[in-house]
């Protein structure tokens, strides 16, 4: 079992920025690879940014591209979310997942463990 808890996020301009962590007990996050997805009202759950149980391989959904970076550090079992040029389009629940199994990153169901989100909102 591992247990997320998000945090980081608030109230923020456009153009502005927020730092989102995801802090892990239980198993260590090392385990895993490990992903960000985000909910906006009256849309489905939609992934943004991933990265490899190595932290080697990183991946974004295209519109975050160039302005959100993911990073971890596995002594610390703490995941990050660095959101820069933010838009009001970003606003949204952000919910830190861990994925123990293969497959694609971008897929929310291959993901194991999810924790209860932190709100992000961008006003214009």
């Known amino acids: 079992q591992v247990q997320l808890v998000e945090s980081g996020g608030g109230l923020v301009q456009a153009g502005g920025s927020l730092r989102l962590s995801c802090a892990a007990s239980?198993?260590?996050?090392?385990?895993?690879?490990m992903g960000w997805f985000r909910q906006a009202p009256g849309k489905d759950r939609e992934f943004v940014a991933a990265?490899?149980?190595?932290?080697?391989?990183?991946h974004y959904f295209g519109s975050v591209k160039g302005r959100f970076t993911i990073s971890r550090d596995d002594a610390s079992n703490m995941v990050y979310l660095q959101m820069n040029s933010l838009k009001p389009e970003d606003t949204a629940v952000y919910y830190c997942?861990?994925?123990?199994?293969?497959?694609?990153?971008?897929?929310?169901?291959?993901?194991?463990?999810w924790g209860q989100g932190t709100q992000v909102t961008v006003s214009s």
């Open positions: 997942a861990a994925k123990g199994g293969t497959g694609s990153y971008t897929i929310s169901a291959g993901y194991d463990y």
């Open positions: 239980g198993r260590t996050v090392s385990n895993y690879a």
């Open positions: 990265i490899s149980r190595s932290g080697g391989n990183t």
